[in-house]
């Protein structure tokens, strides 16, 4: 597989305009343009063996040319097993609002900001038990490096886009899939992570442990589906070097097509028991950490011809 992808913006243009008094309007008018190419192969070693392998060149105006290769092993062990070998690469560029947006108020731009990258390596096992339950283990380790985020400039103290250090992670992921033939379905999947800034520091808003329950079934009334979800995460280190508690959610959806054709109706509760929890704020935020909503419903309908 080969293939090229070009862009060329002619205009990045950014501003505000204060109708009071239109002399402090401000226009901040760029251009760009980015150019990628790619290729990969996969080769079939034997009946239980592939390897694949990729690479993505890509130039843009702001940060130069950057490779990113890919490659992968899949071992095809019996007919419900499948194991693979995988690594990878990926990089972004800031975009425009992160390096040249600065209006000297709240936010000065930084001409020198880099693009971020992340390598990836990871083994993940596939396992389908029957016809209707599928299991899947993985262990893998990410390192980041230069991450864009949303520090203050130490010269005028205001929000600057700026490039960070580097931060890995490893961690564990296992996660199974079990369907009926009544239309039930339950997923469900656990994390175990440890993510470390450069010096070995822990990393703010960055939880141990993630896990995620859905279930969700068509119900005997009125073609109606209902599904129920339960998602928790542990406890998280804040900015200020508090830990904010560990907390579950739940969520409940019932859902309708049989109304009429192409319409689809929902009614969504979450954080069905009302729990109170909050996340960790920025460098730029005077609150420590943000409370979340409570209990909330919501309607949603949707018509489709």
Do not use: C
Request: zero cysteines.
């Amino acid at each position: 597989m080969l293939g090229m992808e070009a862009q060329d913006n002619t205009r990045l243009d950014q501003g505000t305009r204060d109708l009071a008094d239109p002399s402090n309007d401000l226009l901040i008018a760029r251009s760009g343009h980015r150019i990628g190419i790619y290729a990969q192969d996969e080769w079939r070693i034997d009946d239980s063996w592939t390897a694949t392998a990729g690479m993505r060149v890509d130039s843009n105006n702001v940060t130069g040319t950057k490779a990113s290769p890919r490659a992968a092993l899949i071992w095809q062990a019996d007919s419900a097993t499948t194991l693979k070998a995988l690594y990878g690469r990926a990089y972004r560029a800031p975009n425009v609002f992160e390096r040249d947006y600065g209006d000297g108020l709240s936010q000065v731009a930084n001409p020198a900001l880099k693009g971020e990258s992340i390598d990836t390596l990871e083994a993940v096992v596939d396992h389908r038990v029957g016809r209707d339950v599928t299991l899947r283990a993985s262990v893998y380790r990410w390192t980041m490096d230069d991450l864009v985020t949303l520090g203050l400039d130490p010269v005028s103290g205001l929000s600057q886009y700026q490039s960070g250090g580097a931060v890995s992670a490893r961690g564990v992921e296992l996660s199974g899939d079990k369907t009926w033939t009544s239309g039930a379905r339950l997923r469900g999947s656990v994390s175990l992570q440890r993510v470390k800034q450069s010096g070995g520091a822990a990393l703010p808003n960055s939880p141990d442990v993630l896990a995620k329950v859905n279930l969700s079934g068509p119900l005997p009334w009125a073609g109606l589906r209902a599904g129920y979800e339960l998602r928790y995460d542990a406890k998280r280190l804040s900015l200020d070097g508090s830990e904010l508690g560990g907390y579950a959610v739940s969520n409940l959806t019932l859902g309708t097509q049989s109304l009429a054709k192409g319409l689809d109706v929902s009614l969504t509760l979450t954080n069905l028991f009302d729990k109170r929890y909050a996340h960790p704020g920025a460098e730029t935020n005077w609150q420590n950490a943000f409370e979340q909503d409570g209990r909330a419903a919501r309607v949603q309908a949707t018509y489709r011809f």
